[in-house]
């Protein structure tokens, strides 16, 4: 079952610390849901209604542009590892563009003033909802039996 919550709090923060990536979704008004894998490594939890994430090129930039057409954003984590767990961060996010005042003063206070290759933008997400639900769907055994091969 699901349970909702305001904020992150102690567990989520550990939960979010062990994953190794997690997705991005966001939509305009119209046209495709755009849902992207991330590297955590990029994540960063500014407080516990903010968090941030240094976004790298790659296929296309429709997070961008669907946060400037509604600023909508999800990100999910998963375990891929027991014990199961899915988690929800829902609110409103904006890009904030490489080389502006905000994005060097998080690059330098988040990221050690390091930029990494591709970097093009920070995505701030303020978080309005926190959602857990129980991950028993995600094919654990899966993803371990084909990392031994």
Do not use: W
């Amino acid at each position: 079952m699901a349970k909702q919550f305001s904020s992150l709090d102690p567990n989520h923060l550990g939960f979010i610390a062990r994953q190794h990536i997690f997705f991005t979704a966001s939509a305009a008004p119209t046209g495709s849901v755009n849902v992207s894998p991330k590297d955590t490594a990029a994540l960063r939890v500014l407080n516990a209604n903010c968090v941030a994430y240094l976004d790298l090129t790659g296929s296309g930039n429709e997070t961008a542009a669907h946060l400037r057409a509604q600023r909508r954003l999800t990100l999910m984590f998963c375990a891929f590892e027991s014990p199961p767990l899915i988690l929800r961060l829902y609110g409103r996010g904006r890009a904030l563009t490489r080389g502006s005042a905000e994005y060097t003063e998080l690059l330098r206070t988040q990221f050690g003033n390091e930029e990494r290759p591709g970097a093009r933008q920070i995505v701030v997400l303020d978080v309005d909802r926190v959602q857990t639900s129980c991950g028993y769907g995600v094919p654990c055994s899966i993803i371990r039996a084909s990392a031994t091969h």
